[in-house]
Nanobody, 125 residues
Framework: QAQVKESGGGLVQAGGSLRLSCTAS????????MGWLRQGPGTGRDFVSA????????RYSDSVKGRFTIFRGNDKNTVYLQKNGLKPDDTAVYYC??????????????????WGQGTQVAVSS
């Protein structure tokens, strides 16, 4: 059974930056494709960004493209989401998901098997 843990949320002013981290652990965690989704007040869990197990392929939602960057660390079990140019609309709880078996990009919450507990990001105007 895998475990997923996020960190790095917080309060930031509009235009600022944050980096979220997500670490997956488990017997086959190096094969996990991973991604970030976010949930604002009164909304569902929306896709933000995803990365394949090997770090070669990435995908972004239109709302964050050009501002956010997803990448894997030297420790293949850790994925980062670098968020620049933050806007108040980026305020949400950010969840990290993982899917196993050398899967391709996960683009919705249905694609992920393992989830972290979420980390709050608040952007003030």
């Amino acid at each position: 059974q895998a475990q997923v843990k996020e960190s790095g949320g917080g309060l930031v002013q509009a235009g600022g930056s944050l980096r979220l981290s997500c670490t997956a652990s488990g017997p086959t965690s190096e094969s996990y494709a991973m991604g970030w989704l976010r949930q604002g007040p009164g909304t569902g869990r929306d896709f933000v960004s995803a990365i394949t197990w090997d770090g070669i392929h990435t995908r972004y939602s239109d709302s964050v493209k050009g501002r956010f960057t997803i990448f894997r660390g030297n420790d293949k079990n850790t994925v980062y989401l670098q968020k620049n140019g933050l806007k108040p609309d980026d305020t949400a709880v950010y969840y990290c998901g993982a899917r196993n078996g050398f899967s391709g990009l996960g683009l919705s919450d249905r694609d992920y098997v393992y989830w972290g507990q979420g980390t709050q990001v608040a952007v003030s105007s």
